[in-house]
Structures are given as C-alpha cells and as structure tokens.
Nanobody, 117 residues
C-alpha cells in the first residue's frame, strides 16, 4: 500500500516563499513518477510540477521560474519549493504518484496554500 502525506502549506504574503513536502510510504520515490497538483475552490485540479523517474521535470507555464520540484531519496520525499508566490497560487496542493505499467495513481490528502495580496 502506497501512502502520500503532504505538509508545509500555510499563509504567506505575495512575494514570499513556501516549501511543500510529500512523504511517501510503501514505495520508493526513485522508482516512481511524482507530481504536484493544485485545486482552487470551484476550479479543476491542475498539474503544477512533475518529475519522472529519470529526473526530467515539467512545470505549468504559470509557475516556471518560480517553483522547483525535487526528490530526496534518503528521506523518500518529494518537495516543491515555491518562490515569488502570487495570490493566484492560492489552492490546495496535492502530491501525486504513479509507477509506469504498475498499479494506480496515488494521491495525498492535500495541504492548503494561501497567498495574501
């Protein structure tokens, strides 16, 4: 059984920074594709950042140059460093993972990020 648990959300002023963490249990992040999604009330969940097994990263255009996704194999975690935050970044952020050709996607419970103007 794979479990994802997010942490690090909070309230920050525009221009500030936060770092989100996703702790993975039951599997190894080095062998999984990992991603961060976000969802604001009344809106669809959107992909924010993704890192595949090879280490290649993908970012939504809206966060390029501001957000960085990375892995820590020793801690079996994935983080999202968020800089220069904007009010439009306000959302619940979710950790996501899949393993190519093996099993379903997994989701964390989400962590709230609120950016004040």
């Amino acid at each position: 059984q794979v479990q994802l648990v997010e942490s690090g959300g909070g309230l920050v002023q525009a221009g500030g920074s936060l770092r989100l963490f996703c702790v993975v249990s039951g599997s190894m992040v080095r062998y999984r594709n990992m991603a961060w999604y976000r969802q604001a009330p009344g809106k669809q969940r959107e992909l924010v950042a993704r890192i595949i097994i090879s280490g290649t990263t993908t970012y939504a255009d809206s966060v390029k140059g501001r957000f960085t996704i990375s892995r820590d194999y020793a801690k079996n975690t994935v983080s999202l460093q968020m800089n220069s935050l904007k009010p439009e970044d306000t959302a619940v952020y979710y950790c996501n993972s899949d393993r190519p050709g093996s099993g379903p996607d997994y989701w964390g419970q989400g962590t709230q990020v609120t950016v004040s103007s």
